[in-house]
């Protein structure tokens, strides 16, 4: 029998983004999908991808909005429990609060939260999952080719200087720096599915994950989910 993993999202870029990352993970051991939306509190079917011979089912569920995330797996634990699966995961941005809110945002990250058989992972990007996209620096030159190193500080990220996210909104400074370029970055589908093509997963697993603590606990969770 497949296992079986819940990842709970924000966002269409967080869910976009997760869905590579998993298959990036899983490499030749089979994945299936289950992507559903949440719509005045319920979640419904957007999508199936089926495997013919899947190692790990993953119910990827887009809450739409940050502070969905948590009430969408406290509504979700029973059912999800007596389905079989054996993870929970959730992930947010800490954006619109600030740096200074982290501490508080933690400290309350799973009260209220279900505490049975199967475990719950929450995760906060901080401040959110563009700051991980902004730390993948080989990217740039396939959003386009006349980015440079000098484009990516001058747009607002001296990379040598400060990790991503030290940044108090992410998603800005990459729109700054593909602006650069006659690029934009932007919530519309098109934009954000380009982003995700040109990063490099290889470069997010080895190198961006070192530079960024709360993309490193991510991942382990998916690595112990779907290993």
């Not at 559903?36 to 991808?49: A, C, I």
Request: net charge neutral; with cysteine.
């Amino acid at each position: 029998m497949p296992k079986k993993l819940a990842v709970f999202v924000e966002g269409l870029t967080e869910q976009k983004f997760v869905i590579c990352l998993l298959e990036e993970l899983a490499g030749k051991r089979g994945i299936a999908f289950n992507i559903q939306k949440q719509h005045k509190g319920h979640l419904s079917l957007v999508e199936l991808r089926s495997h013919p011979n899947p190692s790990v089912e993953v119910l990827i569920a887009n809450c739409d909005t940050d502070n969905q995330v948590k009430s969408q797996i406290a509504d979700q634990y029973q059912s999800l429990c007596n389905a079989g699966y054996s993870l929970i995961i959730g992930l947010r941005d800490v954006y619109p609060h600030t740096h200074q809110d982290i501490p508080r945002l933690q400290k309350y990250l799973t009260t209220g939260l279900p505490n049975g058989g199967v475990p719950i992972h929450l995760h906060l990007a901080i401040l959110e999952v563009e700051a991980w996209f902004l730390e993948e620096l080989t990217h740039y030159q396939r959003i386009d080719q006349n980015i440079s190193s000098a484009d990516i500080v001058a747009g607002g990220f001296d990379f040598e200087k400060i990790r991503a996210s030290e940044i108090g909104w992410p998603a800005m400074i990459l729109d700054e720096i593909y602006k650069r370029a006659g690029k934009r970055y932007t919530k519309k589908r098109n934009r954000i599915q380009r982003t995700i093509d040109a990063l490099s997963f290889d470069d997010m697993y080895i190198n961006v994950r070192q530079k960024s603590p709360s993309l490193d606990g991510f991942i382990h969770s998916l690595e112990a989910g779907i290993f």
